[in-house]
């Protein structure tokens, strides 16, 4: 778990939502958030012999996951443990906290569940996939790409790159248009031609990147841009 938080619902109501570092005081602590849990259990009144339901995502732990699912029966002795689908979650966070009755749902980040994005039916307490976007053609990792680009931390640090954009303009639109393609239904269909898979360093973009940028393969990339 790179940056994880717990919520605790109670007869279908919220009772109490934690970041766990918000109280671990650390940045994406990469641990099981056993202080939110504490805190949420706190906050609701709940023991936990009274959780009947565990709702995990996937994957869960660094290590075996059938070991880390006994951990938490063994935890959570009442409960059974759920796994929900990676951007399934993501759109259900998205709709049911929504006014809507009815909606189209698209989630979309660097993967999860092996998609790295799809687009959802909603209708009253339904949700129903109707397309998937899978890895390699990732805006998530397309945008982490560019953050490591940038100087900064990828898949940590693209908020940085979220505030600088608002200083940004469209010198590069046509260039990422160009990476992004288009495939079936207007759905993104990258230009491998500008990836390097041997590249492990800023962003993985190959040597044709760059000179659509008007630099050298190995040169730095100004400030101004």
């Known amino acids: 778990l790179s940056d994880p938080a717990v919520a605790l619902l109670t007869d279908g109501a919220l009772a109490a939502a934690v970041e766990q570092k918000k109280i671990a005081r650390r940045h994406r602590p990469g641990e099981f958030p056993e202080e939110a849990v504490e805190a949420c259990l706190a906050l609701g009144r709940v023991t936990r012999d009274q959780v009947d339901t565990v709702a995990i995502v996937r994957p869960f732990a660094a290590g075996p996951e059938a070991q880390t699912h006994l951990e938490l029966r063994a935890e959570f002795p009442n409960a059974r443990i759920v796994i929900v689908e990676h951007h399934a979650a993501h759109a259900a966070s998205a709709y049911f906290a929504s006014p809507f009755q009815r909606a189209t749902v698209l989630t979309l980040d660097r993967q999860g569940d092996f998609r790295c994005g799809a687009r959802w039916k909603a209708n009253g307490a339904r949700l129903e996939l109707d397309k998937e976007l899978y890895l390699p053609d990732s805006l998530g990792d397309l945008y ?3 953050t490591g680009l940038l100087g900064f931390d990828p898949n940590a640090e693209e908020h940085k790159v979220q505030w600088m954009s608002t200083a940004g303009g469209g010198r590069f639109t046509a260039l990422f248009e160009e990476i992004l393609g288009s495939g079936n239904g207007g759905w993104p269909r990258f230009d491998r031609a500008y990836f390097d898979g041997e590249r492990v360093s800023r962003g993985g973009f190959s040597a044709r990147f ?16």
Do not use: S, T
């Open 144 to 146: 982490g790409r560019v």
């Open 210 to 225: 760059y000179q659509r940028l008007g630099l050298a393969d190995n040169a730095a990339i100004p400030e101004e841009l």
